[in-house]
């Protein structure tokens, strides 16, 4: 693998033991992956943030990677982490786990990463450009970043993101590359896409399909109106959950495939007509709904404010939860949308995702949730039975404390 002068000192620890251990986990994986040299990233998502999933070793190798000097050189953003790290004790977070939190948060901000929280750090600035290479992980901002932004990133883990932040490289292996952008299935949709559900409905049979290949869509209905932001984040997300796919073009919307053909000659072809067999294996049989979660991905400002128009002047039997970064928060309060739903008895919660707080400790047995990728993720990470519809069915079931099953 060919390395510049500055890339070769930096792995000969002539810039620390910090800067040293990035770049060796840099030209590993590149020397695992066969690449040819490496290319300078402008942005990093860093996952690997919730103390439920570090631990303490987590902890601990953060700690002694920043105590070595640690610091990140290109503009890095963080994911959710395990908790509201304002509203904890409110919401219930147990003492003991919100230190540890904090603490890991201390840690990612002492290497100069800014505290976001947020799997959806397009929505709050980090928005690299078409072409752009960066190195983000948390599998649903890395298919936004490649599929509807045109930026080129790989699924990155914790350890080799926080790695391309403090060396400001990648190695230039698979979807830096232009060969492996092309589709190798093309999914004919011709059932309707009427709701933000469906669209992740959808993700969830591709991804099951394709695994990590990449889709092209084409659609009988296009997502609209515009902006696409809310179907095409939601589809993403399913398909990076049931599969690991970090790349889908869309026929018509995408903005590669406006660039050139983006599809492989011998692609494989499916034909999608029924979405009905993703609703029935992320549904269980549950009625009485404790929990509703609108925000996976996180909430946008859009997605806050139309939960705030149902909820206006109602009172709420089951708890609602919409989770959303900081910045979306404070502008959503600004704008008066987290004073209704708090007058209706719901939540707007910063910083965190269902899937990676604790939610064992906080008493809730059962789901509801707009979002395939939560449907797919929380029984067996938070233990809870879940259903999964539409964010009407939703918002009717944070309102009876049941969920009315479609005849
Ligand atoms: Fe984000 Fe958590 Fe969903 S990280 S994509 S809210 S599972």
């Known amino acids: 693998m060919h390395l510049t002068v500055e890339e070769r000192a930096m792995l000969a620890g002539e810039h620390g033991p910090a800067l040293q251990k990035a770049m060796e986990i840099i030209v590993a994986l590149g020397t695992i992956y066969g690449a040819a040299e490496l290319v300078p990233v402008t942005s990093v998502q860093v996952a690997g943030v919730s103390y439920k999933n570090l631990g303490q070793a987590g902890l601990d190798f953060l700690r002694e990677w920043a105590a070595q000097g640690a610091r990140v050189r290109v503009p890095t953003t963080l994911n959710p982490a395990g908790m509201d790290l304002r509203a904890w004790r409110e919401l219930g977070f147990p003492q003991t786990f919100a230190r540890q939190q904090l603490a890991v948060v201390e840690a990612y901000r002492a290497m100069g990463i800014s505290p976001t929280c947020s799997c959806t750090p397009y929505l709050v600035g980090n928005v690299p450009g078409f072409g752009e290479h960066v190195a983000w992980a948390e599998s ?38 232009d060969e492996n952008r092309r589709a190798r299935y093309m999914v004919d949709v011709r059932c309707p896409l009427r709701s933000g559900a469906d669209f992740g409905a959808l993700g969830y049979l591709v991804g099951k399909m394709v695994r990590n290949a990449v889709p092209y869509f084409r659609l009988s209905t296009l997502p609209s109106p515009p902006p696409l932001t809310l179907p095409l984040k939601t589809l993403g997300a399913a398909m ?82 919409i989770t959303t970064a900081r910045q979306i928060k404070d502008r959503a309060a600004e704008a008066g949308y987290v004073a209704t739903i708090e007058a209706a008895g719901g939540r707007v919660v910063a910083d965190t995702c269902l899937v990676v707080a604790p939610m064992d400790a906080l008493g809730f047995r059962t789901l509801a949730t707009n979002s395939a990728k939560m449907a797919f993720y929380t029984p067996s990470h938070s233990g809870l039975q ?18 009315k099953c479609e005849t």
Do not use: K
């Open 140 to 177: 649903s901002a890395v298919s936004f970043a490649n599929s509807v932004l045109g930026a080129r990133t790989n699924r990155e883990g914790g350890p080799s993101a926080l790695a391309a932040a403090l060396t400001g490289r990648t190695a230039a292996y698979g979807l830096h590359l």
């Open 386 to 403: 879940v259903r999964f519809g539409p964010l009407e069915q939703c918002l009717d079931a944070a309102l009876t404390g049941r969920w």
């Open 240 to 321: 990076a959950a049931s599969g690991a796919v970090a790349l889908y073009h869309v026929e018509g919307v995408t903005p590669e495939v406006q660039r050139g053909e983006m599809l492989a000659p011998d692609a494989e072809r499916v034909i999608i007509e029924d979405l009905s067999p993703a609703y029935a294996a992320l549904n269980a049989p549950v009625e009485q709904i404790d929990l509703v979660s609108i925000g996976c991905p996180h909430a946008s400002l859009d997605e806050i404010a139309e939960v705030a128009r149902a909820v206006d002047d109602r009172r709420l039997r089951a708890a609602l939860w």
